[in-house]
């Protein structure tokens, strides 16, 4: 297409650049497209350093693009934003809903007020999340559009700070031009996501986030996996490299104002991702059955693949089983780095379960 954004040459900013999502987007770009520099924005509050590529190409910032400091460092000539960065998890923000909004609401209000007046900005890109559009049901599940309706009732000031981020950066859009796209995630999965990676964050889902690193590492150490509501509940699983691929989709083909879903399309029970899990890594210890989480309603759900096909020839191509293997695979490698990262909460995990 005549109108499609390049990222050769370009100077790009990844805010979040450190995390499990970002570091790979960040390598996916210098691999792929060679940009003239990539500028990375990260406080490490759920992130590793050592996520960073070592790049001449690549400048790192250490801080909270809230600070004014931090953000009169950058070039005033940047082309390409992905706005990552975010208070990492549902349970998170339910244990510390003002951290929440400072890492979540205030980062974007001040970014997008940054980047108002700029000149050269092709693209900003900002991680919205699937779950806040989700239809809240443990029945049947139909496939989340991107025209979905949106509730005023939600399980976690994450999912509300999510659709805030949306609601500013299409202010900024219809105000100032800001050529703002949302790129709705699901659930992502793959190398680079440490456990534990950062600073404590008021609950042992500091350490225990996601599922399938947890699942992966417990099952790896021979535990019994945890399913809550039986593993009843569904996800939509997307490889991290995947992720990557359709993050440059949006920047290249994305449309400002729109929202394009980043999804598989596939609907994978918990019960069913476990079952994997100890397959590949030979785990036998039964499962252990729980309750369903006190405050998720959205016990179903998966994305729909179709505008993201057809407007930015975007389609998820590992499987979950492909993808588990090469995760399983980089865990085993990085046993040693992960259980530092385990290791530096152990004290605050033991505070909560004494």
């Known amino acids: ?93 339910i244990a510390d809903p003002i951290a929440d909004h400072d890492n979540n609401t205030i980062t974007s209000l001040k970014l997008f007020d ?56 299409n202010y900024f859009w219809n105000r100032h031009g800001l050529p703002f796209v949302k790129a709705r995630f699901q659930n992502v999965y793959g190398p680079r996501e440490i456990l534990g990676a950062g600073s404590w964050r008021g609950t042992p889902h500091t350490v225990w986030r996601n599922v399938i690193p947890t699942f992966i590492w417990k099952s790896l150490n021979e535990e019994a996996l945890p399913l809550d509501n039986g593993g009843n509940a569904s996800r939509d699983f997307i490889f991290v490299e995947d992720m990557a691929k359709g993050l440059v989709g949006c920047a290249q083909e ?43 309603r959205s016990g179903k759900r998966f994305g729909a693949t179709l505008k993201s096909k057809e407007k930015l020839n975007f389609s998820a191509t590992v499987s979950i089983k492909n993808g588990l293997a090469k995760t399983v695979d980089w865990t085993k490698k990085n046993r040693e780095l992960i259980n530092q990262s385990i290791e530096k909460h152990e004290f605050m995990i033991n505070q909560f379960s004494s």
């Open 254 to 296: 994305g449309q400002p104002g729109e929202a394009y879903n980043l999804a598989s399309g596939v609907e994978t029970t918990i019960k069913d991702l476990a079952t994997y899990i100890n397959e590949l890594t030979g785990n036998k210890t039964s499962v252990d059955l729980k309750p369903a989480r006190d405050w998720d």
């Open 1 to 93: 297409m005549s109108d499609t954004t390049t990222l050769k040459n370009a100077k790009i900013l990844i805010v979040g650049g450190a995390g499990f999502v970002g570091c790979n987007l960040c390598r996916h770009i210098l691999d792929k497209h060679d940009p003239k520099e990539i500028w990375i924005i990260d406080n490490l509050l759920s992130s590793e350093i050592s996520n960073v590529p070592e790049d001449s190409k690549v400048n790192f910032i250490f801080g909270s693009v809230a600070d004014d400091r931090v953000l009169a460092k950058l070039p005033d000539d940047l082309e390409l934003v992905f706005h990552l960065a975010c208070y990492h998890g549902n349970q998170s923000s």
């Open 114 to 169: 940054h980047l108002k007046e700029s000149k050269n900005l092709k693209k900003i890109v900002y991680a919205a999340a699937g779950c806040a559009v989700a239809e809240k049901t443990f029945e049947d599940p139909t496939a989340t559009s991107e025209d979905a309706p949106v509730s005023l009732f939600h399980d976690s000031p994450y999912s509300i700070s999510k659709l805030v981020g949306e609601m500013y950066g």
